[in-house]
């Protein structure tokens, strides 16, 4: 009885430890997607679609230069300096809201990954090359079903993320991004930092470059899953409305969860319901004069549950 007992502690220490060194493993991957100099090709895949960019990071004096390309589609172009964010629309370079350009690939950089233990299993699970690379291969297991399992490739000399993917209940892929070309250091172009990097003389989008204000608006979510705690409670204005939205953030770590709150304007697009790019999910509905927005990287059912949660203190 004794050795049984002593052989699962063993276990249960092994299995510690080696949780313990897959999110220090995450710890190398947020340090090097802004300390490494790299420029490469990566597709991004979702909904049976891909989408292909260019990628160029360096690492100055004053901060990171970060300028991402689209290779297909509409021509968009992103470039990011200081913490602030660039975009070609209309022909021309414009400031934007950080906050609405979501791009997670491959500056992989997890909140609270000293909690992540409590709701992911994190196991590293084999080696393998990216883009002619060796990587280590990290699988983020949730331990419940109100999220998605995590796969990580990161690269075993620098540490940058390599790939990434999204899997859903039985393992299939929801969306996924990966390099096919890379250079990680060396002689990486820095010749567009002078002659394109966003200046002063660069117009701004003031709807989009005005970030929000933070308040306490009294609304609550009453079920959330087991370890996303708030990050952000802001009043912002957005494209294509009149009045302020509240938006309200929570995040376990590996995935975010943002609530909308604004006045229900009776627009036929606030009947409800639900859509999905990818790992996103949106549900809508119009409650009580409000019209209510989850946006998620977690499956539908979470969306749902945390819009039907969705209380005023005052109420």
């Known amino acids: 009885m004794r050795m ?22 995450l710890k190398i991957v947020a340090f090097a997607a802004h300390q490494t100099d790299y420029s490469g090709v990566f597709v991004y895949q979702y909904d049976n679609r891909i989408e292909t960019s260019r990628i160029i990071h360096v690492v100055e004096a004053d901060g990171e230069y970060e300028k991402l390309e689209s290779l297909d589609g509409p021509k968009r172009k992103i470039i990011r300096h200081h913490g602030q964010v660039w975009c070609y629309i209309n022909h021309k370079m414009v400031q934007v809201d950080s906050q609405q350009v979501r791009i997670r690939f491959p500056a992989f950089l997890p909140e609270q990954i000293s909690t992540l233990s409590a709701n992911y299993h994190a196991e590293q699970i084999g080696v393998a090359r990216v883009a002619g690379y060796n990587s280590q291969v990290i699988l983020f297991e949730p331990k419940d079903n109100l999220r998605y399992a995590h796969k990580i490739w990161a690269d075993t000399g620098s540490g940058l993320l390599l790939k990434a993917a999204v899997l859903g209940d039985k393992d299939q892929i929801i969306e996924q991004y990966t390099f096919t070309q890379l250079q990680i250091g060396g002689n990486i172009d820095r010749s567009w930092i002078g002659t394109t990097a966003p200046d002063d003389s660069l117009p701004v989008s003031q709807e989009l470059a005005k970030g929000g204000t933070p308040v306490n608006s009294g609304w609550t979510v009453g079920t959330l899953p087991a370890g996303f705690k708030k990050t952000m409670e802001i009043q912002r204005p957005m494209r294509g409305k009149h009045t302020p939205v509240t938006q309200i953030v929570f995040s376990d770590g590996l995935s975010a969860i943002s609530v909308f709150i604004e006045p229900d304007d009776g627009g036929e697009d606030n009947m409800g319901g639900l859509s999905s790019r990818g790992a996103v999910n949106l549900y809508h509905k119009a409650v009580a004069g409000q019209l209510f927005t989850v946006v998620g990287e977690v499956p539908a059912r979470t969306v749902i549950q945390v819009l039907d949660s969705i209380r005023h203190k005052g109420k």
Do not use: Q, Y
């Open 4 to 25: 049984r007992a002593a052989f699962c502690g063993l276990l249960l220490a092994v299995a510690a430890n080696a949780n313990a060194e897959s999110l220090d493993w």
